[in-house]
């Protein structure tokens, strides 16, 4: 990796970086690839690093209609948790916390991975019963949650209002300690560098237009530049997965939202954790710039643009300035919106399809950053082997006509 000195980062500053070496190389796409990976999302990197690290597939391309990390990887609010209810999900979360552990140095580059705990909170009863449920089914899976009094909870988060008398009183709340954030672009620069390496093809403004099916079996795509041939297409394109299908007739239960972020202007270090509530629709913790990051459920109408209401965020706030008096004196800095793809169970779909060789990965709704090495993990081993991968099998599509869902509305946490 090429080192800079102080004066050649600042001559690079003053004459428009043009001595750099780019982090990885910017290929035209060439005629024919062993397998095609729509979207250079973190799931779609991840997907060629491990296809590329574990499986031998090197010869295959990232297709990205605009950037990397510009789709919901460089709009997410980075929360990273495994406290889900069922089995299938404790197995995939887990698995991609795992990862996320070792990521840093495995890639070799800094993902600003910070462990600070994620509390999820009760404000009524039944919530809480829910809660110590869970917490209850997490230990079972060996997944660190415990559960906080409302007194432990303010220890935990001193500025958080537990007065009893408030709109929405904290009765209490789960702690997933191994919980946290990191730095979304980090995570997906450290995953294109580390494809590239190994020669996978990440190219960029690039649109996915079309896949060519002959009796039944994949044989290309089609693209703003021109037509690709390869037997393996594997789409990893979040709100725009519906779209993707329908290019071979696969119709999926998925429904495309805008899903809206926020943050404050920056302030001295206020909130050492992440706090999450279900009930209010809203989250937050502090980024290392010092910004208060904050978020709210979807919203309600189905879309395709990255923008939402301001009814939606403005509910939001008043809810977190209840729990938080104090927000009440910040300024706002900017706000932002993404397309989430969500499915009936609020869970995800990874899956073969009735294409031989058109493989999905989709429907991570508002949670799917936090899976994002698991995900890609799982997923490469399904779109090599051609096979069921343990982890991903009860994610398959199959599971809205067998019945067999993986509900995880309440874990989701953040309403969709
Ligand atoms: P993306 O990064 O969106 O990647 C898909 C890519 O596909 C895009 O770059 C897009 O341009 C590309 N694409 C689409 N169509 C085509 C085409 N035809 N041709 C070529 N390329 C195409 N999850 C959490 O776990 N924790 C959080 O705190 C969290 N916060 C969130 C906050 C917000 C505001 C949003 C919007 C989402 C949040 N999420 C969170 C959800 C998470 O971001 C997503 O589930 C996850 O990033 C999806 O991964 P992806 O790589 O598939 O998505
Ligand atoms: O799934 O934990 C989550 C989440 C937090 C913010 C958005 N999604």
Known sequence: MPTYSFLSLLREGFTGHKGWTPAWRFPDPKPAYDAVIIGGGGHGLATAYYLAKLHGMR??????????????????????????????SAAIYEHALKLWEGLGRELNYNIMMSHRGVMNLAHDEGEARVLKRRTEANRLNGIDTEWLDAKQVKEFCPPINISAGSRFPVLGATLQRRGGVNRH???????????????????????????????????GISTSRGDIRTPKVASVAAGHTSIIANMVGVRLPIQSHPLQAWVSEPVKPLIPCVVMSNAVHAYVSQSDKGELVMGAGIDPHNSYTQRGGLDTIEHSLAALIELFPMFSRLRLLRQWGGIVDTCPDASPIITKTKVKGFYINAGWGTGGWKATPGSGHAFADLVARDEPNAIAAPFSVERFSSGALVAEHGAAAVAH
């Open 59 to 88: 010869n295959i391309a990232v297709i990205e209609k605009g950037w990397i990390g510009g789709g919901n990887a460089g709009r997410n609010t980075t929360i990273i948790r495994s406290n889900y209810l069922e089995d299938a």
């Open 185 to 219: 672009d980090a995570v997906v620069w450290g995953y294109a560098r580390a494809a590239d390496v190994m020669g996978v093809d990440i190219i960029q403004n690039c649109e996915v237009t079309g896949i060519k099916v002959e009796a039944g079996v994949v044989t």
